[in-house]
């Protein structure tokens, strides 16, 4: 079935360092990839989203790539700030208005 | 931004007593709501979409006597989780998709934990 995988955290990184977020995903036709960031206490916020191979979502300095030949959507940021650490989901979404399928989420703690 | 609220964030409750989760999307309307499950360090689990003024359709292993969901207007939809018992314990997310929106867009609560003793 459609599933997506993502690292496992933590991830610990300190300030203006560079964050790579990995993120592959299983599914039949042309899904959209999403990525959600869930700060502590809050609900999951859309960061990003791309819903064709190529094309590249950006939001708050974070990217990510559809590469339908790797199926992957890594999340990458060049410098992070303190503000960033919160939890990340890979999503996908294999046709619109359907429920999202996500990965089990990376904890991402940025020390200044 | 559209807010959705889920009340309560937390309950602790015995086994055998039922639960009611409000999902509430504040400042816009939602014809479709759908309810979400998460265990720790796995990923959100969809459990029902529910749709205003029609049955909830579940997924497959959601039991629906169980997980009663109601989604009675364009603004509120609940989870009732009947006679809990511990391996019912879980952080339970609701989202909302605005209806006119974008069928890609959902908005997510903050989710509730459900402590079931």
């Known amino acids: 079935g459609d599933s997506v995988t993502q690292m496992e955290g933590p991830v610990t990184l300190s300030e203006e360092a560079f964050l790579t977020i990995n993120c592959t995903y299983t599914?039949?036709?042309?899904?959209?990839l999403f990525w959600y960031v869930q700060y502590p206490g809050e609900g999951l916020q859309l960061l990003l989203k791309a819903t064709k191979a190529d094309d590249k979502g950006s939001n708050k300095g974070f990217e990510a790539t559809y590469r339908k030949e790797t199926t992957s959507f890594h999340l990458e940021k060049g410098s992070v700030q303190v503000s960033d650490s919160a939890v990340y989901f890979c999503?996908?979404?294999?046709?619109?208005?359907?429920?999202?399928?996500f990965g089990k989420g990376t904890t991402l703690s940025v020390s200044s | 931004g559209a807010v959705v609220s889920q009340h309560p964030s937390w309950v602790i409750c015995k086994s055998g007593t039922s639960v009611k989760i409000e999902c509430r999307s504040l400042d816009f309307q939602a014809t479709t709501m759908f309810w979400y499950r998460q265990f720790p360090k796995q990923s959100l689990m969809l459990m029902a979409t529910s749709n205003e003024g029609s049955k909830a359709t579940y997924e497959q292993g959601v039991e629906k006597d169980k997980f009663l969901i109601n989604h009675a207007s364009l603004t509120l939809s609940t989870l009732t989780v009947t006679s809990a018992h511990p391996e019912d314990s879980s952080f339970y997310i609701c989202?909302?998709?605005?209806?006119?929106?974008?069928?890609?867009?959902?908005?997510f609560g903050p989710g509730t934990r459900l402590l079931v003793l």
């Open positions: 599914a039949t036709g042309y899904p959209s």
């Open positions: 989202s909302a998709r605005p209806s006119g929106g974008s069928q890609e867009t959902q908005y």
């Open positions: 999503a996908l979404s294999v046709k619109a208005g359907t429920a999202l399928i």
